[in-house]
C-alpha cells in the first residue's frame, strides 16, 4: 500500500478499517513467502504467486458488502473467496497469525478486535429495513448499511 491509501494493485480501498485489513492480509502473506518460498522465486517482499493471491485478496475486500463493519473472514457468514484461495488464505493465516504477535503487533491486536465485532447478514439487515419500510411508508432518511453495495 502506498502514501495515498492505494493498494499494490491500484485499486482505492476507500475506508481505513479495509485498508488495514488489506495490510494484515499483506504482512501476513509477507511472512509466509518469506518463510515458505525461494528467495529466487521472490522479487521484494513476496513471489509472483503471492502477489497474484494478494491482488485477489484486494479485489474481494472491494467488493466486499460489508465495508467498513467487515468481519473477520472466519466470522463472515458470506464466502466470498473461491475454495481453492479460501483454503490458501487458511493456511496462511494459521502460520503467520500467531508471528503476527511479534512482527506487527498493532495490526495484529486490531484483528483480534475486530474478531469479536457481531455481524450480521446483509440479507437480514435487508429483510429489517423493508420491514421498517413497509410500516413507514413515508420514511425519507435511508441508512447506509451492507446491502447498498451488493448491487454494484
Not at 32 to 39: I, S
Not at 55 to 68: D, F, I, Q, T, V
Not at 110 to 135: S, T
Amino acid at each position: 500500500m502506498n502514501k495515498h491509501g492505494t493498494a499494490a494493485g491500484g485499486s482505492l480501498l476507500l475506508t481505513p478499517r479495509l485498508r488495514r485489513e488489506y495490510r494484515t492480509m499483506e504482512c501476513m502473506v509477507e511472512i509466509w513467502c518469506a518463510d515458505h518460498h525461494d528467495e529466487a522465486a521472490r522479487r521484494g517482499a513476496t513471489c509472483d504467486d503471492c502477489r497474484a493471491f494478494l491482488a485477489y485478496a484486494e479485489r474481494r475486500l472491494e467488493k466486499c458488502p460489508y465495508g467498513e463493519a467487515k468481519p473477520t473472514c472466519a466470522k463472515c457468514p458470506i464466502h466470498c473467496y473461491k475454495r481453492a484461495q479460501r483454503e490458501h488464505a487458511r493456511v496462511i493465516m494459521a502460520y503467520a497469525g500467531p508471528r503476527m504477535t511479534y512482527r506487527h503487533p498493532w495490526l495484529a491486536l486490531m484483528h483480534l478486535v475486530d474478531k469479536v465485532r457481531k455481524v450480521e447478514h446483509p440479507m437480514e439487515i435487508r429483510r429489517r429495513r423493508a420491514r421498517r419500510d413497509a410500516a413507514d411508508p413515508h420514511a425519507t432518511t435511508r441508512e447506509n448499511g451492507p446491502d447498498d453495495r451488493l448491487q454494484e
